[in-house]
């Protein structure tokens, strides 16, 4: 049953147009490691893909903004339109409707951040060694996939704002709040996705700076996929489809 | 069936397949139900009433996506909110014309079917196809079907599970008058076989042609319940208010206020306003007074004949 959801929702997700928009988007990453061999002096390239491709572009930006659409609209979009009624009024347990969607959501995401992610990375370490940065941020940004889908999908279930809810989480939060105060970052799924990666990367902090340690990042991105679906799951489990929404 | 604000009798709920217990419903501050009571058996039951008179929000209660504020609702004798297990005997047509528009017909009553879990999602979607008379539109997108066709579409997904009880949230919108009458004969045929099928419309006319038994719901109160000949008798025979523009208003003013029809009149800016309690004794009357007096009649106009008022008088009597 989970697969069906997945699938069906999947189909649903591709067939909007903004999915589309966001592909070209995510391919941003390839152009810009291109333009980056072609025309940049800067020769530290382990340096460079690894704080302005990976950090600053594709996990503090593509990343959560890819989630955040995928994410919100794999249940939220239905509930907006009047299709989750289709699936709602079947006997279907809340928990395989949330599983369904959420596998989805994090499929899509991660697929369409990692892909270009890595090609970008190939081109932009072309002629120097890679020190695990390939591989390091391909986990990461499947694992920060996972979390960040968790909580979007979790966010479209509690508010009919979701996007917006969620635009606050990335840019307020994660981008200015977590900058200003050190101890917010135990709630900053970008800061559990770099210390995912920094298990895998052999290379000074100087090149990469995860602020968060890798045994507690990981036990936090877990803890937060744990509550996250779980909350979802109760929230839609009491989920009412009336006048009020 | 019974209704009403009453307690129901056991006996009134042995043999129902719906029961509302006292069930209020409210959103902050705005109570949408209020206290109402009733069951339903096999056979097709109308929730009739005006626009936000509380219909959808009962029909929503019946079909598990709101919790009662107060009060209780069963369906085949378990708890319709927070129970998706019921969905296994429950199809629900809902009002939103929204069908996932990326799927052919087919596909989307096959996905019904696959969430049902049932066996063989394929035969089940072709039989329902068949049943809403969609086969020739079955295998193109449902973003281009028309508002009938969606209508006929929703009801087979609702059907694919040959479900016990049906609850159609205004099931004609955008139906032309040919899939109309395709349907009535669908859900007629449905009753027969022993479903429960409750539907809701603000149009008169369709309770008429489709319900048997009638609920009227206004204010988010139940304003009367029982046979649809019942509540047409009382609606004919509440009183009717009429404006008269004529050669001489006062003189047949003075004529119809010794007659047992008229309960009173009044001169008013568009001409004189007549009440009348019997409204056939009074329609045969008029001519003939307006003649013996020598007053020639303009215009007879009803001047309460909206569905609103006819309800409001329900609420009232």
Redesign the interface.
Known sequence: ?IG??AV?TL??LL?RSRTILLGLLALLPILLALAYRIGSEDTDQQKWVAQVLFDGLIVTVLLPLLALVYGTAALGAEIE???A??????????TKIIIGKLLAAWALTSVTVLVPGLVAGWIGLQGVPGHGLLVGFGIALVTGSLVYSALFVMLSVITSRALIAGLVYVFIWEGLINGLFAGTRLFSVRHYTLAVADIFVDLPRTVLDAKLGSVPAVVLMIAAIGATVWYAIRRL??F?????T | MSGGTEVLSEAEEAGATIVLRDVSRWYGNVVAVNGMSFTAGPGITGLLGPNGAGKSTVLHMLSGFLQPSAGEVTVLGEPAWGNPGLYRRLGLVPERESVYGSLTGYEFVRLNARLQGLSDADESARQAIRLVDLEDAADRSTGGYSKGMKQRIKVAAALVHDPAVLLLDEPFNGADPRQRLHMIELFRKLAAEGRTIIFSSHILEEVERLAERVLVVVGGRLAASGAFREIRRLMTDRPHTFTLRTSDDRRLAAALVGHASVVGVEFGAEGLTVRTSQLGAFALAIPTIARSCGVTLRELRPTDESLEDVFSYLVNR
Do not use: F, H, N, W
């Open positions: 049953m069906i959801i069906m189909r649903q067939g339109d009047g299709t009624v289709y699936l709602l009024a079947k006997p279907v347990s809340r489990r009491r009412e489809i009336g006048e009020s």
